[in-house]
C-alpha cells in the first residue's frame, strides 16, 4: 500500500466532523461546496457509502431556490470570518448567501459509477438537488440566456483573489457596514493571502447582497461585480453532461432534453470566447462589456467540457507549455513573470491539485494524453515532497496556504488511480 495513499485517507478522517469533511482545520473550520464535491471523488475510490454522506450533508444547505451555498455552517466556529452572523441568510441551516463552482454534479455520476444500480435509491434525491441547482444557475445568473453564468462575488468561482478580478473588483467600494475581521491572517501567512484592500471590496460585496434580502433578481440589478466567468461556465457544461447522462439513465427523458438544450447553449457561447491572439478562452465584464484578459488558469479549462477542434487544442497545449517552462510544479494559475504574477499568494500564481485535476480530464478528453501524464506526474511528485499542502508555489515547489488539506488528498488518491 502506498504510503502517501494511507496518508491521504487519514487526512480525510482528521477533517471529518460528522459526515463531512472540513477543508482543513481552523483556517476553514466549514464544509465548503466545491471542496465537498471533490472530496466525495475521493472516498469514492474506497468508501462509496462515505461519498453519498459528503453530498448528502452538503444538500442539507440547498436553498429553495435551487442555489448550493458556497459554505454550510453546520456548527459554530470562531477561527473564520465572514460567519453566519455577516450574511444573514434565511435558510434552515446556517449558509453563505454565494454559490460556488457547480463540480456538485461531476461528483454525483462518479459516485453512481462507483456505486453501481443498487445505489439509484440513494443517488435520486441527489440528481433532483443538481437538477434544482442546474435550473438556478440559468435563471438567477444568465437572465438574459446568453448560455455563460455570471458571479456576483470572486469567491463564487473559487479563486477568489485572481487577477481575473483585478479590474472588475477596483470598481467596488472599499467601504463596509461589516466591519472586517482578518482570522485568516492569523492561521497563515499574510503573504499567501488577499490583500486587505481586496477584503474589504468581498465584503462591501456580501453588505450589497445581504441588503438585497438575497433576492437573485435585485442582486442581478444591483451587483457592483458581473463577470461571465468561463471556468465556472465550463465546470457547469460538464455538469450539465453528467447530469443529462444520469437524466437518460433514469428515465427522465424530458429532464435530459432540458439539460441538453442548456448544454448545446453553453458550448456554443463557451466557443464565442475563444481569442486567437491570446491562445485562450475569455471572460466577460459584464458591467463594462470588455473581455477579462488577464492571463489565468480558468481560460485553459474549456477543454473540460468541449470537444475542441485540434486547432484549439494545440493552440492551447502550446500556451500551458509556455506557461511551465522551468517551473517546479506546473500548472500556475497565473502567467508566470506579468505584472500581477505572485507565485504564493493564494490564486495569484500558485499551483493547485483540482485545477491540475480539472485540467488533466480535459487534456485526455481532447486527445493529449501526454500533456496530461506530465501534469499530472508534476501534481503528484509536488504532493509526495511537499505533503497535502493547499497549493503550490511552482517556481520552488514550497507547499503553502492550509496544510492536511482535504481535497489535495482526494485529487491524491484519484491522480494515482488515474494513470494510464
Excluded at 76 to 92: A, E, L
Excluded at 255 to 262: G, Q, R
Excluded at 397 to 402: F, S, T
Amino acid at each position: 500500500m502506498n504510503m502517501h495513499i494511507d496518508q491521504a485517507k487519514r487526512i480525510l478522517v482528521a477533517n471529518d466532523r460528522g459526515g463531512y469533511t472540513v477543508p482543513t482545520d481552523r483556517l476553514y473550520p466549514f464544509q465548503w461546496n466545491w471542496d465537498s464535491a471533490f472530496v466525495a471523488m475521493g472516498f469514492a475510490l474506497y468508501d462509496t457509502d462515505r461519498a453519498y454522506r459528503e453530498l448528502e450533508r452538503l444538500v442539507e444547505g440547498q436553498w429553495a431556490d435551487g442555489m448550493i451555498p458556497h459554505i454550510v455552517f453546520h456548527q459554530p466556529s470562531d477561527t473564520y470570518f465572514p460567519g453566519p452572523s455577516v450574511w444573514r441568510t434565511k435558510h434552515t441551516i446556517p449558509t453563505s448567501g454565494i454559490t460556488q463552482p457547480p463540480v456538485f454534479a461531476i461528483a454525483l455520476r462518479k459516485l453512481y459509477e462507483a456505486a453501481g444500480t443498487q445505489a439509484e435509491a440513494r443517488t435520486l434525491p441527489l440528481y433532483e438537488a443538481a437538477l434544482k441547482w442546474h435550473r438556478w444557475w440559468y435563471k438567477a445568473r444568465d437572465p438574459e440566456g446568453t448560455g455563460l453564468v455570471a458571479l456576483l462575488h470572486p469567491w463564487e468561482s473559487g479563486s477568489d483573489n485572481s487577477p481575473a478580478w483585478d479590474i472588475a473588483l477596483a470598481r467596488v467600494p472599499t467601504t463596509t457596514q461589516t466591519p472586517v475581521v482578518r482570522k485568516d491572517i492569523g492561521h497563515v501567512n499574510a503573504e499567501m493571502r488577499p490583500r486587505d484592500d481586496d477584503y474589504k471590496r468581498f465584503i462591501h460585496l456580501v453588505d450589497v447582497y445581504a441588503a438585497c434580502g438575497w433576492d437573485p433578481a435585485k442582486q442581478w440589478e444591483k451587483a457592483p461585480f458581473k463577470v461571465a466567468e468561463i471556468q465556472t461556465t465550463a465546470i457547469l457544461l460538464k455538469a450539465g453532461e453528467d447530469l443529462e447522462h444520469l437524466a437518460s439513465l433514469f428515465g427522465r427523458t424530458e429532464d435530459a432534453a432540458e439539460i441538453a438544450a442548456l448544454n448545446d447553449r453553453t458550448r456554443k457561447a463557451i466557443l464565442a470566447q475563444w481569442r486567437p491572439k491570446l491562445s485562450r478562452f475569455v471572460s466577460r465584464d459584464l458591467i463594462s462589456g470588455d473581455d477579462v484578459e488577464a492571463a489565468t488558469q480558468a481560460g485553459f479549462i474549456p477543454l473540460l467540457s468541449l470537444d475542441l477542434d485540434t486547432g484549439i487544442t494545440d493552440a492551447l497545449v502550446t500556451e500551458m507549455k509556455a506557461w511551465s517552462k522551468g517551473l517546479k510544479v506546473a500548472f500556475p494559475t497565473t502567467k508566470p513573470g506579468i505584472a500581477s504574477w505572485e507565485p504564493k499568494r493564494y490564486w495569484r500564481g500558485p499551483a493547485w491539485a483540482i485545477i491540475n485535476w480539472l485540467l488533466i480530464d480535459g487534456l485526455r478528453r481532447n486527445g493529449r494524453p501526454e500533456a496530461a501524464e506530465e501534469l499530472r506526474k508534476s501534481t503528484i511528485m509536488a504532493i509526495e515532497t511537499e505533503g497535502f499542502a493547499e497549493y503550490f508555489d511552482p517556481v520552488t515547489g514550497e507547499g503553502c496556504g492550509g496544510l492536511g488539506f482535504s481535497w489535495t488528498a482526494a485529487a491524491y488518491m484519484w491522480l494515482m488511480k488515474a494513470a494510464p
